[in-house]
């Protein structure tokens, strides 16, 4: 079964920091990009960060660059999201996702697999 879970969501203060985990089923993670996605209450999905395959190419939103962080584990199966400086803006859940290859590592669409998604609140 393919599957793809997030964790570490919550409340935090403005300037807050929290880090989100996602765990993937193996055959889902290996070669792939994985990124991350948020919704806001009334906004669509948009793209957060993605990372490659090695780690070695990272992709940011320009909203959050400079104070999130993508990384993954390849041993481990997963991808985490380390978010600093967290403003009030940054409230969403927050969704895991793999991409599919050739596509926009910005594009929803261009993801054929996603977690349940977490819960970040941040207060001002």
């Known amino acids: 079964q393919v599957q793809l879970v997030e964790s570490g969501g919550g409340l935090v203060q403005a300037g807050g920091s929290l880090r989100l985990s996602c765990a993937a089923s193996?055959?889902?993670?290996?070669?792939?990009?994985m990124g991350w996605f948020r919704r806001a209450p009334g906004k669509e999905r948009e793209f957060v960060a993605a990372?490659?395959?090695?780690?070695?190419?990272?992709y940011y939103a320009d909203s959050v660059k400079g104070r999130f962080t993508i990384s993954r584990d390849n041993a481990k199966n997963t991808v985490a999201l380390q978010m600093n400086s967290l403003k009030p803006e940054d409230t969403a859940v927050y969704y895991c996702?793999?991409?599919?290859?050739?596509?926009?590592?910005?594009?929803?669409?261009?993801?054929?697999?996603w977690g349940q998604g977490t819960q970040v609140t941040v207060s001002s």
């Open positions: 996702a793999r991409h599919s290859p050739g596509g926009s590592y910005y594009q929803t669409k261009e993801y054929a697999y």
């Open positions: 193996g055959r889902i993670f290996s070669g792939y990009v």
């Open positions: 990372i490659s395959w090695s780690g070695g190419s990272t």
